[in-house]
């Protein structure tokens, strides 16, 4: 077995890729943890902040430690379905049109604040995130491969932000949140970065592609016993009938079975990585939140009592019973 994959296994490239981010963002390892696990899934993840919180720059140190072509899209309400997907421009002198690709066609894109393009833009990554392929005029394309959607929002400033389709946000594997850092970890940032005139030049790749992909299948090899299964699937349930489990008519739509799909999946990696080789109810547990809580619409009953999808959430692994 290539022993790049073996590392991975034994969590020592975790590590590797953990020091190398501390250089340019402190503090957020859960983050670039829940990042890597998305990676071995080939998983889109949508990561909400508060501005400042050096999304994009997390974004951009991760993308360079992959050996894969990486394309930023500044999401902007003037930006239009073909300046994502590409589109088909007629040559005057050829007398024929040629087809001219978009930003997508690239390994890892950099979504930057998505909800500030209407939903007419967004849809436009529906296909893409979904078949890995693009339609342009009457040709369909296949998207390089790996394939990542990596996405930013601000959940403030709602002043020129449009709502993600359900539909969209249900092809995120993940939603991040991502919080102030600790008082020592911006200690440690003054002390670092701003003694300097400007940031130090993004790091190398420590992971190429085949490793990448070698780990990704390695990842499917991780037991998970049938009770396991059938443990994810009662908490997806519990989000469409949340009356069972005391919660009332809180939320309007539940998770849909890609939810399903995406804790078993998450939860295989999350056990490669830490070097486990089975994955565990703690492991479903720890992932929830992240899987479920753009895959839940709320009520207007839960919205007028204040009441969070992460409540939610967190409830309803209190009241599944664990197997």
Known sequence: MNQAVE?????????????????FVFGQEQLVERLLVALLCEGHVLIEGVPGLAKTRLLNVLSSLLSC???????????LPADITGTEVYQVSRGEFSLRKGPVFTNIVLADEINRAPAKVQSALLQAMQEKNVTIGDQTLELPRP??????????????????????????????LVQYPEYADEVQMLNTVGSTISDPPLPNSVISVEELTSASRRSLDIFVDPKIDEYIVRLVHATRDPKSFGLGDIIEWGASPRASLALKRAGRALALIRGKDFVGPDIIQELASDVLRHRIVLSFEAEARNITAEEVVTNIVKGVPEP
Do not use: H, W
Request: hydrophobic residues 40%.
């Open 7 to 23: 590392t991975l296994g034994n969590s020592e490239l975790r590590d590797k890729v953990l020091a190398e981010v501390r250089r």
């Open 147 to 176: 394939f990542f959607v990596l996405a930013t929002q601000n959940p403030i400033e709602q002043e020129g932000t449009y709502p993600l389709p359900e539909a969209q946000l249900d092809r995120f594997l993940f939603k991040l």
């Open 69 to 79: 072509s990486m394309k930023r899209i500044q999401f902007t309400p003037d930006l």
